[in-house]
């Protein structure tokens, strides 16, 4: 009998094909495993900016009084985040399934997590027993398809950022591990500073309908600074860069 596997794309898919992508099945999604010499990638982020889709990542939105007590029975989350704040998480009792993520607050009562496409049904499916049987006020919902998500790397991608967002982009504002949300090219979005390794590092999530949009604009906005784009391959180089 022949299995058939559904094939997963992000928005970004065709503009990724126009640019000349190698693409892999990462997880049930296909993505960019590079453009060209992942090497030549990383020193053009080094030296400028790049951008990576990561629209693929698990989005996971939880609502509620209860929602920061629920991620810290079910994750390892040594403090809970302040609003508009960011903070690293680990799974806990949640078995196959080792993986990392982050937990952003955006408000007293709504956080959302962030995490690898691998594990994000696991997460999604520990989460909604938890909330069947505990008596806990806090919804769950899964955004991973209703969200684009591009990260933007390199000394600089503030001041890309910057051409395109009333956000403050000062030094250090938002600093590593924070977040806020405003409008980018005129787009209602969240932007997570992450660092990605050594380097300044953005991640702005958006509806998947203006996915296409931002990353042109983007790309646009960081002409000057010689952007490119990235894969998967850049992105692991730079992930474990000093």
Same mark, same amino acid.
């Given at each position: 009998m022949i299995t058939l596997r559904p094939v997963k794309r992000t928005v970004l898919h065709y503009t990724h094909l126009a640019l000349g992508a190698v693409m892999v099945d990462d997880q049930g999604w296909q993505r960019p495993e590079r453009y060209g010499s992942p090497e030549e990638e990383v020193r053009a982020v080094q030296a400028g900016v790049g951008l990576c889709d990561i629209s693929p990542l698990g989005k996971? =939105?939880?609502? *509620?009084? !209860?929602? &920061?007590?629920?991620?810290?029975?079910l994750f390892s989350l040594g403090t809970i985040p302040r609003v508009g704040q960011v903070t690293h998480i680990s799974l806990k009792n949640i078995a196959n399934a080792p993986s990392e993520g982050l937990c952003c607050r955006l408000g007293s009562d709504?956080?959302? /997590?962030?995490?690898?496409?691998? #594990? &994000? *049904?696991?997460? !999604?499916?520990?989460? #909604?027993?938890?909330?069947? #049987?505990a008596d806990q006020c806090a919804h769950l919902t899964n955004l991973t398809s209703a969200l684009a998500a591009v990260q933007l790397v390199g000394p600089y991608s503030r001041d890309v950022l910057r051409k395109l967002t009333?956000? =403050?982009?000062? %030094?250090?504002? %938002?600093? =590593?591990? #924070?977040?806020?949300? @405003? @409008?980018?090219a005129k787009v209602h979005a969240l932007v997570v500073r992450a660092d990605l390794g050594s380097q300044l590092a953005y991640e702005i999530y958006c509806g998947r309908e203006? *996915? /296409?949009?931002?990353? =042109?604009?983007?790309r646009d906005a960081g002409q000057e600074f010689g952007a490119v784009p990235f894969g998967l391959a850049a992105q692991r180089l730079l992930r474990v860069e000093g």
């Open positions: 996971l =939105d939880l609502k *509620g009084k !209860e929602s &920061a007590s629920v991620l810290q029975q709504h956080l959302l /997590v962030v995490i690898e496409c691998s #594990t &994000a *049904g696991a997460v !999604e499916q520990s989460l #909604t027993q938890h909330l069947a #049987t009333a956000l =403050d982009l000062s %030094p250090n504002q %938002p600093a =590593d591990l #924070t977040c806020a949300q @405003g @409008g980018v203006f *996915g /296409v949009y931002l990353w =042109d604009a983007l």
